[in-house]
T-cell receptor, first 111, second 110 residues
Framework: QKEVEQNSGPLSVPEGAIASLNCTYS??????FFWYRQYSGKSPELIMS????GDKEDGRFTAQLNKASQYVSLLIRDSQPSDSATYLC???????????FGQGTELSVKP | DGGITQSPKYLFRKEGQNVTLSCEQN?????MYWYRQDPGQGLRLIYY???????QKGDIAEGYSVSREKKESFPLTVTSAQKNPTAFYLC?????????FGPGTRLTVT
């Protein structure tokens, strides 16, 4: 079993819809969770971090964490074509430990 | 202008040659990292350094070497021993548990 798993996609949603990206992780002691956006040919950009169970909202983005079920998700409301990118989920086991990345989910937002 | 810089953006080398990729940061971050990214394989950790003059191997260190003589700089050497060096190389640094990436260097070895 991979340590951090994401559906590779592509996930296609129409403009204005909600895009839902999911990530599961294998180690129950994981403490820190991150979402990165990576445009084609560019480096990953940190868009959300979440540490506690529940929801964290930042503009059109909402990260959701459920430690009991070992999943973290990212919701993008009012999706725009500019949101089309690969979204990487990353998990850190402990403070100062290394980040483990999923393979990424490709999102395509159609006008 | 603060941030993480990597140079060059594109690098071409012949097989059998060593090549050094530059990574500089002026963010005063202690921890720095090198990853490689291949299509469909996500990011894999090569080396990391949490303080000056100290570094640790990541998951795929074979064929690579690093140094950390200054806090600002963490260069990566891809040696001729690395069997499949063609990849997108990403440098990153940490601040308050969050990791930020440089723009990357795309290395092609033929």
């Amino acid at each position: 079993q991979k340590e951090v798993e994401q559906n590779s996609g592509p996930l296609s949603v129409p403009e204005g819809a909600i895009a839902s990206l999911n990530c599961t992780y294998s180690d129950r002691v994981s403490q820190s969770f991150f979402w990165y956006r990576q445009y084609s040919g560019k480096s990953p950009e940190l868009i959300m971090s979440i540490y506690s169970n529940g929801d964290k909202e930042d503009g059109r983005f909402t990260a959701q964490l459920n430690k009991a079920s070992q999943y973290v998700s990212l919701l993008i409301r009012d999706s725009q074509p500019s949101d089309s990118a690969t979204y990487l989920c990353a998990v850190r086991l402990r403070q100062g430990g290394k980040l483990i990345f999923g393979q990424g989910t490709e999102l395509s937002v159609k006008p | 202008d603060g941030g993480i810089t990597q140079s060059p953006k594109y690098l071409f080398r012949k097989e059998g040659q060593n090549v050094t990729l530059s990574c500089e940061q002026n963010l005063n971050h202690d921890a720095m990292y090198w990853y490689r990214q291949d299509p469909g394989q996500g990011l894999r950790l090569i080396y990391y350094s949490q303080i000056v003059n100290d570094f640790q191997k990541g998951d795929i260190a074979e064929g690579y070497s690093v140094s950390r003589e200054k806090k600002e700089s963490f260069p990566l050497t891809v040696t001729s021993a690395q069997k499949n060096p063609t990849a997108f190389y990403l440098c990153a640094s940490n601040f308050n548990d969050e990791q930020y990436f440089g723009p990357g260097t795309r290395l092609t070895v033929t």
